[in-house]
């Protein structure tokens, strides 16, 4: 295990892991808090399409995700807010087409049909420095947001028609956060993939919800377990040769357990302790 340290790809990879903990711990507390999983899910499929038609044109895929995750979620925010249009009806169509237009758009590219199955579930050891750059000024700016204006997000993720009574401007904070929610999405595709990032936003911010309900303290839960998760994942699939992204996911699912039956057990115990009185 401490070998693997001196390789630079591992080391990659583990700052990649801590990143994304921190993006992740802070933007899936407000996905969470908002109850915006769903669109959150439409956003992360729908960024597919952009892989799919980047490859095709010969760019850079995390510039097509990116642009694809950006223009459905102010899609689904515009058509939802403008329309009749249900927002569940708009995140499913979004949904959908993303993931058709990325598989044609892949197929129809010349020459080496690139492997879909590190972009679905992700492939941390292929992670560039160009990435960590990329997620480190994220992290950046999300921290400077969140630190800035946290009495206003949380006005928003909670109640929006008080916020709006406080004249606090709800239409521009919703889409800088929907623009912050794709961008965190689309960086962590490398992570853990287009099926699996949506776990990495909500797994760590329910079970920290097991241990408190303020929300600056999710926050900070949500970001420790996913480290904790993320680096246990990571060793867990080299010590036993699995893919990484899924490995990271099920050590998210096994901490959810570990905390919700600890929960559970001293509930009972808090209860027989009362009945004895």
């Known amino acids: 295990m401490i070998g693997i340290l001196r390789y630079e790809f591992f080391q990659h990879a583990l700052l990649a892991a801590l990143l994304s903990s921190v993006v992740c711990g802070i933007i899936g507390t407000y996905i969470v808090a908002k109850r915006l999983v769903f669109i959150s899910g439409g956003i992360t499929h729908a960024s597919f399409g952009g892989i799919g038609i980047a490859y095709y044109l010969g760019i850079n895929p995390v510039w097509g995700a990116a642009m694809a995750a950006l223009l459905s979620a102010f899609g689904v925010e515009y058509m939802t807010k403008k329309s009749n249009l249900r927002e569940d009806s708009a995140i499913g169509m979004v949904w959908s087409l993303g993931m058709a237009l990325g598989i044609i758009f892949i197929y129809l590219s010349s020459g080496y049909s690139p492997n879909l199955m590190s972009y679905l579930f992700g492939s941390i050891l292929t992670v560039t420095d160009l990435d960590l750059w990329m997620m480190g000024v994220l992290a950046i700016v999300i921290i400077a947001f969140f630190i ?47 099926i699996l990032v949506i776990s990495f936003l909500t797994l760590p911010q329910i079970t920290a919800n097991i241990l408190t309900h303020d929300f600056r ?52 115990i808090k209860l027989k302790k009362a009945l004895e009185r």
Not at 230 to 256: D, E, K, Q, T
Request: with cysteine; proline share 3%; net charge positive.
């Open 148 to 194: 800035s204006a946290f009495y206003l997000i949380l006005f928003v993720a909670f109640d929006e028609d008080y916020a709006r009574t406080k004249r606090i401007p709800v239409a521009t904070l919703n889409y800088v956060m929907i623009s912050l929610v794709s961008l965190t999405i689309v960086l962590n595709i490398r992570v853990v993939g287009v």
């Open 217 to 268: 303290k999710i926050i900070l839960w949500s970001i420790l377990i996913a480290m904790v998760g993320s680096v246990s994942g990571l060793l867990l699939s080299y010590s036993m040769n699995l893919p990484s992204g899924p490995a990271i996911i099920c050590v998210f699912a096994l901490i959810f357990l570990l905390v919700k039956s600890i929960e559970k057990l001293t509930g009972r």
